[in-house]
Every structure is written in structure tokens, then in C-alpha cells.
């Protein structure tokens, strides 16, 4: 089953796949799929931003969201998962995750 969930993630999740967006790297007006919308939670921000989201194993969980860090993104920012194919591929991933 994790071989299907690391071949699902790095489908979606590819590190080489950068932001292509033309405002800025991290404007939503366009987001690249390849990235996840959040808001800051702390400043109830209406101003999304767009997080790249990496595999697990090339994510800096600083600057980039995976499936391993999203639980602690989650603390301080609002993530809309739906807003993207990544968003949406990185919340069945952490559920997966989470039912074992």
C-alpha cells in the first residue's frame, strides 16, 4: 500500500515541477497544481498563499508542504486542500496516513 501512496505522491508531488505562475511564486490568481492554498490562521489572512507541495523526502517543511509536515502547517494556517490537484492528493494522502 505505501508503494501506491509514494507513486501517487511524487505523480502529483514532483519536486522538479516548479511554480509557473506570471504575478509571483506564491500568487493564487493562477495556482500551478502542483502547489497547496493556505491562509494564515494567526492573522485570519484573507490573502491565500500558494505553498509548493513536495514528496516527503524532498520537502524542506519549511518552505515547502508534505504529506509528513501538513499536520504541523495545519497549526498556524488554513489550508483549503480542494483549491488544487495537490491540495487534494496531499489530504487523501495524510488520511491514508492517518487510517493506519
Known sequence: MSDGIQE?????????????????????QSPNPATVIMYLRELDSPTPEAIPARPAMSCSHLETVCSLCVRWWN????????????????????RSLDAR
Request: glycine fraction near 2%; aromatic fraction near 4%; charge should be negative.
Open 75 to 94: 497549526l498556524d494556517w488554513n489550508i483549503d486542500f480542494n483549491a488544487t490537484a495537490a491540495g487534494r492528493e496531499l489530504l487523501a494522502v495524510r
Open 8 to 28: 501517487t505522491q511524487a505523480n502529483t508531488l514532483n519536486p522538479d515541477n516548479e511554480n509557473t505562475a506570471t504575478e509571483s511564486p506564491n500568487s493564487p
